[in-house]
DNA sequence: CATGAATGAGATTTCATTCAT
DNA sequence: GATGAATGAAATCTCATTCAT
């Protein structure tokens, strides 16, 4: 697959890094081109203009980080369980990433409103995911059953993306990986029917 | 107090006003002064660059926001109502000033990273706040004493701050300070020492 | 005399010591009415425009510088012992006012062509001067008859302003006067009629 | 040689010209480049900023003016010979580049310090040319040997600047290499050993 | 398919000068 | 006479995109 329109990942790639070592202002399509051993006008016969090679970065990377994701949960039974392996998943794939985690936790958050829009359509199979596990665990009476989804997936997503943006921007002094059992218990809790408190 | 140096608040108002209007990349800083009234020169006797103007526009607007939150919790006597009273207060100060709201959640995120790292700066009082309520909570055997405090204001701000992001880019649809009691009480419940669950 | 409208010439001294120590570009209206201690305004009830203060400088700088050669002369009776007193008073002049030199001789330089053709103005007592003593060289039969006046005095007052030039510009490293003598030998050389040197 | 880097050349030529109509400060970089019929962008495709083209230019002109001197000197056998070659092609090629002169002799000398001292560098060659001439006339017994040779440089380079920049100033309204014979004379004379004028 | 030279629109900031007090 | 806050015109340079080869 990697050989089908090898130009094509070749210019992915170099965004990455480029973006990821000169910061969104500082990536202009020449330092991308020449990064990737291509022409500047060789980018145009692959992407509609730079906006194009951003969200196609975003979909290819996050398609790939989406479905790692997908994958491991359905081997999980509980949603307590399914949503511990997203969050592991979730930290450990943009701890493993370097760039991958400082470009889409801070240089593309520099993009205007409309690339914005477009990189929300892309994430809409996350949240897509993580409705899914509320969901399942309000099937399961692991879950109060008056849980107002939506919240609870902006609950979930915020908090996991303002850990993952602290850590980028703390220089990654700490294993993000090792969040993962204290946040689970905390979400799980807040999502559990509540034993009367007395 | 807004008559002492009037221009200064002249300017910084127009400047939310046009970047909301126009957008962060829209917002020159000629129609800044336009809307100020004042000459293009005239922004320079008061702000050091452009950059400058943003940095005080955040300065001053959320120095306000985070003083109202935080008389209003003095008010408060569990850590509980201080939480509810918080959330109440930041969705409603965001609810009522429409075009702060958007400044805010969407057109000032994409400045570069220096200007991040200085709003940063101007966010922390609001973070030591939320610790406060935290360790509060802690004292009053009300949260668990296991907390890790970092983590948990991480969550507290990203649920909050990703609610009222998805609540502008969805232009205001529902009245956003309604969601505050549900937050509430999963954030509680976050934080609560369970019973056993069996 | 220099009671007689102090702000006049506490400006034209401002003006003098900002400009040697800022250079020409970084010497703004505003600085040197700081420096005079008057305001902005100030300024313009004294001199037109920012190139007034310049001429001005010059006017009564220059005026100074040539008054001072002009009475030395008038000591000299040979035309040769004129030429050596101008020279030395040249040199001299210029290497006790240290500001002055690197205003005159390197900053003023930067001006634009209305102001050099003022400044030209200023300097011709100055060109008088010399075609004076060559006149006087002429008559007293030390200098050949048939010597071109203006290209002479071209030749006298080029060499003497590109040795003090080079003299500023390398940081004044050795003493100025001391040239004088070289100098004026080669000058009067130059002027003398030539026995046949078959 | 001409046609490499045509639009190098191209907007070399287009920058004389420019500022000698409009002056140096008229001189604006998309006036140059339509001159040049470029866009404006392309300036910055063949130099770094607008000082490089200032820079380059002089570079360029002042290395064929040179480089013509330098040839025509090799004919020479005498340092008077060389000396007069020299003035002659000085005069001669500024009489006919009308624009160049202007350039040169007035217009580049507004340019700030830090330009100036590049100017310099580029004028180096011309002095070392000089230099060569008044020591070729020592060795042939032809100067006084005891001749200070920067200061000699200094005599005969700012005498034909001097001259050249009082004919720009006056329109041309004289033939200038017509000044060579008597500048020639008055130099060698300058520089000769003097028979006891008892 | 690939190239890369050329394009040209667009915005921040400075600073001489004014004029109401 | 003196002030100094306010004015506003003006120019360099960048960089996404094109198109002839």
């Known amino acids: 697959m990697k050989n089908q329109k090898p130009k ?10 480029v973006i990821a070592e000169n910061g969104y202002h500082g990536s202009q399509v020449s330092k991308i081109a020449k990064e990737a051993n291509v022409a500047d006008g060789t980018i145009y016969l692959y992407f509609k203009n730079k906006e194009h090679i951003l969200v196609s970065l975003f979909e290819v990377k996050m398609g790939e980080f989406i479905d790692q994701i997908a994958k491991a949960i359905e081997a999980c039974s509980t949603a307590s369980d399914q949503l511990y392996t997203m969050i592991k998943m979730h930290f450990g794939q943009l701890s493993t990433d370097y760039y991958l985690a400082i ?19 892309v994430l809409k199979p996350y949240l897509t995911i993580i409705d899914g596990i509320i969901q399942t665990g309000i099937k399961q009476q692991q879950f109060r059953e008056d849980l107002n989804i939506p919240l609870v997936r902006q609950m979930i997503f915020g908090t996991l993306d303002e850990i993952v943006t ?33």
């Open 8 to 17: 094509y990942h070749q210019i992915i790639e170099a965004a990455v890094k």
């Open 166 to 198: 602290n850590w980028v921007m703390k220089d990654q002094k700490y294993p993000l990986v090792d969040m993962a059992p204290e946040i689970h218990r905390m979400l799980v809790s807040a999502l559990t029917a509540q034993q009367i408190s007395k």
């Open 103 to 121: 470009v889409t936790q801070l240089e593309l958050r520099q993009s205007d409103i409309s690339l914005r829009l477009q990189i929300n359509q």
